[in-house]
């Protein structure tokens, strides 16, 4: 809420994003190491996550449930590539109720093993497949560098977790959820995600296949935003879900998991933010219209406020997320400049002549200036808001997509990579190499393969590494 | 799912509760002490609740936000009644990443402290007031005795926080919650709950007064169902929550705090159970109708189905929660078993006959047999369930309220006090005891101060134990 002016992007980016963060009060820091405390305009942020992915999920199927928070540790040794994936992150509860436990508790990094167990009770036969749960939950991972949103000790995320009678009924199901993720970035978050496999390296621990959604940040860097996992029948085999088939037969089940976390606020943040401050997609904006009433004295008060009054009226009745700035001691220009750091799309301003002229002037947070201001009839404003609001949620999608695209490039030796990769843009190559050959990239570029995109060329090519036979493109950048 | 009878309520109406709450798929059991896993027909129950109070809550200005799961032990240690009233039950990190920890982790059992050190950061002035949040998360409290819903060693909630300029303003905050809890509890949850104001003994650790809304379940046990607390400055003084005034001086604020947990799926399922097992007010009941399809022969199914869907689709369309049951294999009268026991509103049957009549059979769960069985035509079926779910949610109030004001009784000396409560029903009685005659009454008879309710004679009358003169009735009962 300072006048001061947000640090530039280009001049610091990540400060940029601390600044955005705590000014917008999207998020508070907390007394706990790696946490912080989402505050009530970044929450309703996430509340808009929640609604836009828990229609989907419901619609798909998929029911909610909710797992205990404690695992005893026992069960996270059960998966042996799991164990060993979440082992090194875990918070422990050594006592409770002022005595030692027997068994230590994990504070829940994932659910794959307290649910597994809990499925090879409810699964008896087919006919109790498919499985199809989902969890909202918070959960814990111990991680040394946190960022808000980005990478907490605590975060909040949904985790779906389903059983399938057959691998490729897993599979299905695996890439649905997939595409409802990328549907929700797309349509909902505004975020052109790409959509693609990760390598064996990026793999969930104890996944047979991972598949993500990549999104690119204003600084380049790659966000990986959703992940859906075929976990094939490890987990199964670890906690012996099996069913009965029709012929009579014990098999084990097919088993899948997908998460998507309050990291997509941090998304929001770093794909749609300008060196103003936020820019909001008008389907997540706790606030889609400010209205700011103009009086410069007194007596222009009533007027003034009885037109704010019936217009904030009409939005709301129109389902319209409205807010009106009341705060009094603050000139216009102060309230202008702090909605645009909180990146509430259109911002409404009505001053005594407005109100003379049954006008309004309308301001779009994602063009600058003159360019984005209108003044328009009251007459027929919900028209003209609904019709704002669907262009501006379109405009950021594409100015998105267009700075996506922009900075990947084709390349066609490592040299070129290294290049492009040093230039913080992403590199789209040929790839045929072996786990080692991913770290050796990683570390002499610092980039990793973000995913083999589903959208392949026909043919196939030469291994920008090893120069060997490669029959999948893959995308390298530097990731959050 | 099994054709098992369940348990009658007379003869072991704690056997009963268990029983329905696994049978009816509410809940389930949890490899993890104290914990239960709540399942989607469950979890959905508790949707409805929090859809019921989070629309509340927003209309009367709060907003959600998020706070860290751990707490360090210190915080927890500041204000000295409520270390004492938390400490035996607290769940405590104390490795985490690998090592151990300088400061031990508290899982939170209530948030009051965290918030409290947000709080006074987050106020400077008088103009930060009131400052209204809200917070969905799960708990922990390590007892000893659990019960699913009733009291686990975790559970999930709701926990209101908010900070006022004066006393008067936090007052009318909190009895405003509770207003809210009551309205909710009776509207939506068909729960005739009592208000009423906690004694000494039963007052939250650290509170300056605590409101609570009381429910007689069917075994006339009380169960103490959300709680409402006047903080007074206790906690700003020792999280130092400050203001500066209008003029200028620097004050204390009055903080207050809400809650309202998973425990109200429990209030539900022991109000309105019978013999049959849950019967669910319509507001919050997952299906409020079932569909069960009835053919004999093979050569009905098309006919009968394509009538199923359609109604169905009405239905639908209305904004009813329908569900049609598709199982296979399964006869009529085990499924309608099967959803009397899961407490559907109303079971609607289609068979060849209706088909051909154009009619329907609905069959309410609140009234047994005959009794709550017509045969109604397809055409108008929308509004005629409409107005049969309103009758129902009514119905099952007026029960709940005439079983709840035939089981309180008002008794005049010691002697009926303890009889009355001998007998498990409540009793009214004029109370000016001390903290520990209270606990004479509770050694002595089981039974506590429930509450002072608001409903109070106007006149005054003798202590029911000690016999001096009394300024307020109370209800004692043993309680859940």
């Known amino acids: 809420m300072s006048e001061q002016a947000v ?63 404690f695992i005893p540790e026992s069960y996270i040794k059960r998966e042996a590539q799991h164990v060993e994936g979440f082992s090194p992150e875990l918070a422990v509860v050594t006592h409770a109720g002022g005595k030692e436990l027997e068994e230590p508790l994990v504070v829940r990094p994932t659910s794959e093993t307290v649910i597994g167990e809990a499925f090879s ?23 040394l560098r946190t960022r808000p949103f980005l990478r907490t000790a605590e975060f909040l995320w949904q985790e779906g977790h389903t059983a399938h009678a057959t691998h490729d009924e897993a599979e299905a199901e695996t890439l649905q959820m997939l595409d409802i993720y990328a549907e929700f970035a797309i349509d909902d978050a505004a975020i052109p995600v790409i959509k693609g496999e990760k390598s064996r390296l990026e793999r969930f621990a104890g996944a047979l296949r991972t598949y993500t959604i990549e999104a690119m ?42 998460g998507l976390s309050t990291r997509m606020v941090g998304a929001v943040v770093m794909t749609h933010g300008d060196d103003k401050g936020l820019r909001l997609p008008p389907k997540l904006a706790p606030h889609q219209v400010v209205i700011v009433p103009i009086t410069r004295r007194d007596d222009q008060l009533t007027a003034v406020m009885d037109t704010v009054e019936r217009l904030d009226r009409e939005l709301q009745a129109a389902g319209i997320r409205v807010h009106v700035d009341r705060r009094e001691g603050q000139s216009p220009g102060f309230k202008f400049n702090d909605w645009e750091m909180r990146g509430v799309p259109v911002r409404m301003e009505i001053g005594p002549k407005d109100v003379e002229n049954n006008n309004a002037v309308l301001a779009r947070r994602d063009l600058p200036g003159r360019q984005g201001k209108q003044f328009v009839p009251q007459a027929g404003i919900v028209d003209v808001v609904t019709a704002l609001l669907d262009e501006i949620q379109a405009n950021l999608l594409d100015d998105a997509r267009e700075f996506r695209d922009r900075n990947i490039h084709d390349v066609a030796n490592y040299d070129e990579l290294k290049q ?19 770290l050796t990239v990683k570390d002499e570029t610092g980039a990793t393969i973000r995913c083999f995109p589903f959208d392949q060329p026909d ?19 530097k990731a959050y």
Chains 1, 2 share one sequence.
Request: with cysteine; aromatic share 14%.
């Open 420 to 438: 492009v990769v040093a230039e913080g843009a992403w590199a789209r190559a040929w790839w045929g190499g072996s786990d080692e050959d991913e």
């Open 7 to 69: 640090t530039a992007q280009s001049e610091d980016f990540s400060r940029w994003y601390n600044e955005i963060v705590y000014r917008a009060d999207l998020a508070a820091p907390s007394p706990v190491r790696g946490c912080v405390i989402i505050k009530p305009y970044g929450y309703e942020i996430w509340e808009g996550i929640k609604a836009g992915l828990d229609r989907r999920f419901k619609a798909t199927g998929h029911q909610n449930a909710y797992f205990p928070l």
């Open 459 to 477: 043919q196939s090519g030469k291994c920008v590494l090893t120069e060997k036979a490669a029959e999948r493109i893959a995308l390298f950048a």
């Open 217 to 258: 940040m204003r600084d380049k860097r790659a966000l990986q935003s959703g992940t859906s996992h075929n976990l094939g029948q490890n987990f199964a085999k670890a906690f012996d879900i099996r069913y009965l088939t029709e012929s009579n037969l014990q098999e084990y089940c097919w088993t899948t998991s997908w």
């Open 121 to 143: 009770d409810w699964i008896q036969s087919y006919r109790d497949l498919p499985l199809l749960i989902n969890q909202w939950a918070n959960v814990v991972r111990w991680e």
